[in-house]
């Protein structure tokens, strides 16, 4: 089995040096039939790896329900079938421009209990959680034979707070559930973001849309050893309703990347494929320093202006990224896969005549009384418009027709 470590300057495969060219792609934005396509498309961008967040709300929507934990399971299985790395990020706070961050409402709304803290009511569900989680993340660890190399602790927890104890809690749970491949923290290129949500012992990584000169400076002032690695490169955004769609030109934002790669760093693109939240699994904002501004509620398109649209259609910035991308991978890149069949509507059935059949109720209609039933009762709806005949035949009971 293969090794992933963090060395002094670089990411270690089996002792080689090796960088990351990741893109973000969430499952549970994309059906599950069109995983397949959706990976492949990322490696015909030129990229070797695929990141993800797992949102615990949508997995455990009562306590003590869990509900298809497999699906991250399945997906891992689907990167590995696509010749990907992957890396894991279960938060247990996510954020992701999703509902509540992705933290349980009825954990949040439980009195006295305070999230994202070392308050034992909060670690006792989060210690439920990776437990049914880290079922579907561990066994398939690079160590293991799987695609899994990376996984995080908590989410930008330095825009958040400065309990380093809670996230060395978080760490030594992930390793106690049998997390072995390198661990790792994102918060965005400030000095007290880097203070409050890095991890002495735990690769630190920053998260920015340009400069990143400027932004890897501010790491190694806190770091002055290991990769680099930009963990979100947001080459595009959400958007709120009622607002405008945000776009980011396709030329600018690949220069951007071209300057990541020249720092020598690795990179994962936010987003990647952005996908749908289906549903009202949409998060919102708000804005002002304090986030005391008005509520801003996402849209449910989460297209994000990504490289690898809504659709999964490439863009113009799909082209751009495949060009900046091509000069860091050996070899010719994969061509487009095949896009995946749409399934047709299924056709009416048709009568011996070759006539569609007319709809169910207006077959009954046309149907003669049963034999030696009456009619017992009958229920109205709007004046004038029949309803519903209750039947009562011998030897057959009641029925409904």
Not at 201 to 225: C, I, K, M, Q, Y
Request: hydrophobic share 35%; glycine share 12%.
């Amino acid at each position: 089995m293969s090794e992933f470590t963090v060395g002094e300057s670089a990411f270690l495969l089996d002792g080689r040096p090796v960088r990351l060219l990741s893109g973000a792609l969430h499952y549970f934005r994309v059906h599950e039939a069109q995983w397949g396509h959706r990976l492949a498309m990322l490696r015909a961008m030129g990229l070797n790896c695929v990141e993800t967040y797992v949102p615990w709300n949508l997995h455990q929507p009562r306590p003590g329900v869990f509900r298809d934990v497999r699906a991250v399971g399945r997906f891992l299985d689907a990167v590995r079938e696509a010749g990907l790395w992957a890396i894991v990020r279960p938060g247990p706070y996510i954020c992701a421009e999703w509902e509540n961050g992705g933290l349980p409402a009825w954990l949040t709304g439980e009195p006295g209990t305070r999230a994202r803290t070392r308050d034992e009511r909060y670690t006792f569900h989060v210690r439920n959680w990776f437990h049914q989680l880290l079922h579907e993340i561990v066994p398939r660890q690079l160590d293991r034979g799987g695609p899994v190399i990376l996984v995080q602790v908590e989410n930008e927890y330095g825009s958040y707070g400065s309990d380093t104890g809670h996230l060395a809690e978080l760490a030594g749970l992930l390793r106690a559930k049998g997390v072995t491949v390198p661990l790792f923290t994102s918060d965005g290129p400030e000095d007290h973001m880097l203070t409050g949500g890095s991890l002495p012992g735990v690769l630190a990584t920053v998260n920015f849309g340009s400069h990143a000169r400027e932004a890897f400076a501010a790491l190694r002032r806190h770091r002055p050893d290991g990769p680099l690695m930009c963990m979100e490169f947001w080459c595009g955004w959400f958007d709120h309703w009622a607002g405008e769609h945000v776009v980011r030109d396709p030329a600018e934002a690949a220069g951007a990347l071209r300057e990541i790669l020249e720092c020598g760093a690795s990179v994962n693109l936010y987003m990647a494929h952005g996908g749908t939240s289906f549903g009202g699994w949409a998060g919102a904002n708000r804005g002002g320093a304090l986030h005391e501004g008005p509520l801003e509620p996402d849209v449910t398109s989460y297209d994000y202006d990504a490289p690898v649209d809504e659709y999964g259609r490439p863009t113009e910035k799909f082209w751009h990224f495949r060009e900046v991308l091509s000069a860091c991978r050996p070899g010719p890149l994969p061509g487009l896969p095949p896009r995946p069949a749409s399934r047709a509507p299924r056709p009416r059935p048709c009568s011996p005549a070759g006539r569609p059949r007319p709809p169910c109720w207006r077959r009954w209609a046309a149907r003669r009384r049963p034999p030696r039933c009456r009619p017992r009762s009958r229920s109205w709806g709007s004046p004038g418009v029949w309803c519903a005949t209750r039947w009562t035949c011998p030897g057959r009971g009641s029925r409904t027709r």
